[in-house]
């Protein structure tokens, strides 16, 4: 499976375990659902700061986002 799309997937259920929606973090990232919905569904890949404030707001690591056990 390819990065974007495990991101995607991990971000997914991170949102879903706090009882966000994705409108709800769109908001919280200055974006439309549809722009945020394209993250959860791997077309679109997130630059940094958007990996940084999504773990921030989703109180995730950058190692659970990416699917990294150590």
Same mark, same amino acid.
């Given at each position: ?9 991990? /971000? ?39 990996? /940084?404030?999504?773990?921030? /707001? ?6 659970? /986002? ?5």
């Amino acid at each position: 499976m390819e990065i974007a799309k495990i991101v995607g997937n991990n /971000l997914k259920v991170a949102r879903r375990a706090k009882g966000y929606t994705q409108k709800a973090i769109a908001a919280q990232m200055y974006m439309t659902q549809q722009q945020y919905s394209r993250f959860e569904n791997g077309v679109f890949e997130l630059n940094y700061e958007q990996i /940084l404030r999504l773990c921030e /707001l989703l109180d995730i690591t950058p190692n659970e /986002l990416f699917g990294i056990s150590l």
